[in-house]
T-cell receptor
Framework: GAGVSQSPRYKVAKRGQDVALRCDPI?????LFWYQQALGQGPEFLTY????????KSGLPSDRFFAERPEGSVSTLKIQRTQQEDSAVYLC?????????????FGSGTQLSVL | GDSVTQMEGPVTLSEEAFLTINCTYT??????LFWYVQYPGEGLQLLLK?????DKGSNKGFEATYRKETTSFHLEKGSVQVSDSAVYFC?????????????FGTGTLLAVQP
């Protein structure tokens, strides 16, 4: 497709379950970002990849959160032992190179609900 | 750290009314400033941007001017349409390090009534 694709669109997990969220960026885009958007809030940065290298993971809230992009294209955000406070929309965004003024293309997000 | 503050919504206007959504920022250095828009059921889209002081970003009838002296980047449109109903996010780029990540405000819901 032409845009950033995220799956699943919705995910319901029981507290303590592990979840994996997938992001397919636009083909050829070097930079990939993950953001977390709580209800009524703006997106908050989680982590950043340039190709397969994870250059910044300073926004990951705990060691239960893990992200990878092994071949420099598709990325997976994994959350282990989910907690209720993990409930949010997880957004993926990509850009062609990653410069400061570069346009980011966002996916529609995965809405995670932890019960 | 760097931050963005924008006016709380919802903002409810009648069609053809004038729109202002206020945004102020706190940053070390000289960030680039952005407005992103999220239409119902869609992902965030870049609406406009400005990269240095006194720059004006514009798109689809929307405008915002980078005001360094007031640390502001207010969004304006002279005549809104029903199709402009969406959530609007002000953001700045963090130029530190290799990330260039965006820092967003909390968003402002705009509802335009016919």
């Amino acid at each position: 497709g032409a845009g950033v694709s995220q799956s699943p669109r919705y995910k319901v997990a029981k507290r303590g379950q592990d979840v994996a969220l997938r992001c397919d960026p636009i083909s050829g885009h070097v930079s990939l970002f993950w953001y977390q958007q709580a209800l009524g809030q703006g997106p908050e940065f989680l982590t950043y990849f340039q190709n397969e290298a994870q250059l910044d993971k300073s926004g990951l809230p705990s060691d239960r959160f893990f992200a990878e992009r092994p071949e420099g294209s598709v990325s997976t955000l994994k959350i282990q032992r989910t907690q209720q406070e993990d409930s949010a929309v997880y957004l993926c965004a990509s850009s062609l190179y990653g410069g400061t003024n570069e346009k980011l293309f966002f996916g529609s997000g995965t809405q995670l609900s932890v019960l | 750290g760097d931050s963005v503050t924008q006016m709380e919504g919802p903002v409810t206007l009648s069609e053809e009314a004038f729109l202002t959504i206020n945004c102020t920022y706190t940053a070390t250095g000289y960030p680039s400033l952005f407005w992103y828009v999220q239409y119902p059921g869609e992902g965030l889209q870049l609406l406009l941007k400005a990269t240095k002081a006194d720059d004006k970003g514009s798109n689809k009838g929307f405008e915002a001017t980078y005001r360094k002296e007031t640390t502001s980047f207010h969004l304006e449109k002279g005549s809104v349409q029903v199709s402009d109903s969406a959530v609007y996010f002000c953001a700045l780029s963090d130029r530190g390090g290799a990330t260039n990540k965006l820092i967003f405000g909390t968003g402002t819901l705009l509802a335009v009534q016919p």
